[in-house]
């Protein structure tokens, strides 16, 4: 097997533009800062203003990653154990987990996230405590729950995709089905799972800013309140092309990751 | 029927509490549900801190109550909503109090503010009277109260955007002939903003309606309501509204000037 | 009450858009609304992700590597974001520099986004697709002596949109779900509808389900349609059978 040198050009390839765009970032928000923000304004109002809302923008910013990440851990989980029902022996079973996977993947995220915000309570109390449940915490619920059906499909392709010996193998050794899938099946599925799992991650960050049409302050919400506040038509592009290419560095690296990670698999198997 | 699905949705979704007062004072903290983008009103700074005429508001009754003001931004069209879930304890968010709000939330009385509703249009426009609305595209902003009986009274077509900023955005661009909002709100902005200065409001305003804080009904939130009209009273009755309204501008409210003093 | 009241408001839910002739009406425009761009979007993003396939393998490098950019802006980026750049930063340049009568439609702007942002998973697809054209076809279709456009038309593209059908399935149904982002600018789709209709009548588990309910509908009628399509297009020997 070969091991990943850290001089390894496609590595490099893979973080290009993530390093380029968010230096050319923090080198704006400096030069504002130490400069002084009034004092970029008089040479450019656009840079200024961008250099000015920065904060605000990568707060917000930060808030999609850790929103994707939460989801993303939460619905990986979830959709193994979704995955591992759906091979059940029980028809109804089957049945069941198949019309719950389809219901979670054709409904459109922007839908199932009202249903969600506006049919949960903001804390739940449970004997005497108060659980909070707060906007934050219903996004990361809603994906995980849509991340969980996209996963347990990929499961279940890789499942099947495994030679029927792996099951019999484990079988004739005396172990559970449980155990089967657990210690034989998975691990040999897990290099195959993985580009697709990053798909589907990439995927969902893409997806995660519709947060903000629910009251999350996340980038887009910044974004609207900063063009809102300087109330500057001609600043509009610019504010949201700015936070475009914070997503597109981001979701460039998974992206790339997986092209990479697709190739290794192929060479694996060839 | 109205107040049945109401109460359906207040009572599977309201959290249980024995006195919302009691709990606040426990806390320590007041959260107030605000709009960041209704200048001078509520809006935020680059810092992303909310500033305004409601907030100064908001500040000064967590003052009274004796505990500090916590502050979630919200919109039109999610404000109740999240009192009802309890997410904020009171509405400060130019909340017009109109009958079937009541129905759903209370209205602490005496009001704060006095409104009515009207449009915004380019300076060239067509539109002389109400009735030229007939068959008309309408900018607005979703959860707004006059929407619905606008576009069903003109016939008019009510595109409702997220916030006043995208509502105007939407105009500027000629998506719609007028923006349709409250007219007090679309009077200031006019006046302070310096790309709206080649529109008017061509209309006379119509429908007056009244703002007001917003808590949940019930026996839980009833200290809560009585406290707070308490301390809205004295608002007026010294004249610090009226002086809380003058460094942003609003000091000319017809409705703050009647009431006073008084 | 009449008979629709009653239907409507069975259980004690509110289901205004059984018995109410505006909500229903709307709903309804709010339905075909979302047909409707649904297909305008697939077509165009089919035809643009087909050419911009073909002439990916067709073309030389700088092509390939503008083609390569282009789906990679529209994959990499929120189409969130993307449709509000669209709308109101694109919309109000546009309105500005050509002054008063040029004003693009918001639906407009929402079938732009949505060509462009399907467009690129399209071309993703059809890409695979023309590459798993077995080169022994070409070289027959070349020895028989047919011309380049011929070769394309006949050959290439059912054999490429053969092979790409199953992910374009998929990114047919991420169309009908993403016309839900124009909720965002106004565009009067069923996401958009439903909400007027709730915020007026505070129904809002009554109009979640219909949604629930309409898009299930869309893309299981979808999805059907396409499997039809795929078992009228199976080449014997080919895929699993």
Known sequence: MNAIQPSDPSLWKIVRPATFIFGATAVLYLTGYIGGFDWLRSHSLMLGALSEWTPSLAQGFLLDIWLTIASGMIGTVLGVIIGYGSLSKSEYLRRVIWLCIQFLRNTPGLVFLFAVAFATPYQFDIGGTTIPFPPEAKVIFCFSLKISANIAEIVRGAVNATPVGQWEAGITIGLSRFKIFRLIILPQCLPRMVPPWMNIMALFFSVVPIASLIGIEDAVTYAGLAISSEDTSTLIMPFYLYVLTWFFATAYILQEATRFLEKRNEEKTS | MLSAVA???????????????????????????????????????????????????????????????????????????????????????????????????????????????????????????????????????????????????????????????????????GQCQAFLFSDQILRIQQETEASLKDYVLPFEPRDSDLWALGVNHGDKDASLAKLLSGIVKDLHKSGKLLEMAKPHGLAGNPYLRAHANK | MDLLEQIGTLGGFNYTIVYDSFDRARFIRGIGFTVSLSLACMVTSIVGGLVLALLYHVRGRPTKMLIEFFVSVFRNTPPLVQIYFFFFGLGTFFAQTFGG????????????????????????????????????????????????????????????????????????????????????????????????????????????????????????????????LEQRMTLPGYGSN
Request: with cysteine.
């Open chain 3, 101 to 228: 009568g040029f004003v693009v439609s918001a639906t407009a702007w929402a079938m732009v986004s949505l060509t462009l942002f399907i467009g690129a998973l399209n071309t993703e697809c059809f890409r695979a697709g023309v590459q798993a054209v077995p080169e022994g076809y070409l070289e027959g279709a070349k020895a028989l002596g047919l011309r380049p456009w011929v070769i394309i038309w006949k050959i290439v593209i059912p054999l490429a949109v053969r092979a790409a059908l199953p992910s374009l399935t998929n990114n047919l149904v991420e169309l009908i779900k993403a016309t839900s982002y124009g909720y965002a600018i106004a565009v009067p789709e069923i996401l958009y509808v439903s909400h007027q209709i709730w915020a007026d009548e505070l129904n809002v588990i009554e109009m979640m389900s219909a949604l629930f309910v309409t898009y299930f509908l869309l893309i299981g009628g979808l999805i059907y349609l396409m499997r039809t």
């Open chain 2, 7 to 173: 109460v359906l949705g207040m009572t599977s979704v309201a959290p249980a509490q024995a006195d919302k007062l009691a709990d606040i004072k426990k806390a320590g903290v007041v959260k107030f549900g605000v709009k960041a983008d209704i200048k001078p009103w509520a809006y935020v700074d680059s810092a992303g801190k909310h500033i305004g005429f409601e907030i100064d508001m908001a500040q000064h009754v967590a003052g009274k109550l004796g505990v500090k003001a916590d502050f979630t931004t919200v919109t039109s069209a999610n404000r109740i909503q999240y009192l009802q879930q309890g997410k904020i304890d009171v509405i400060l968010a130019t909340l017009s109090d109109t009958p079937k709000r009541r129905k759903i939330i209370k209205m602490v009385h005496p009001n704060y503010f006095g409104d009515a509703t009207n449009v915004l249009a380019p300076k060239g426009t067509k539109l002389k009277t109400w009735a030229d609305l007939k068959d008309s595209v309408l900018c607005g902003v979703q959860g707004s109260f006059y929407n619905k009986p606008f576009a069903k009274e003109y016939n008019a077509e009510v595109k409702a955007f997220k916030g006043p900023p995208e509502a105007i955005a939407a105009l500027k661009q």
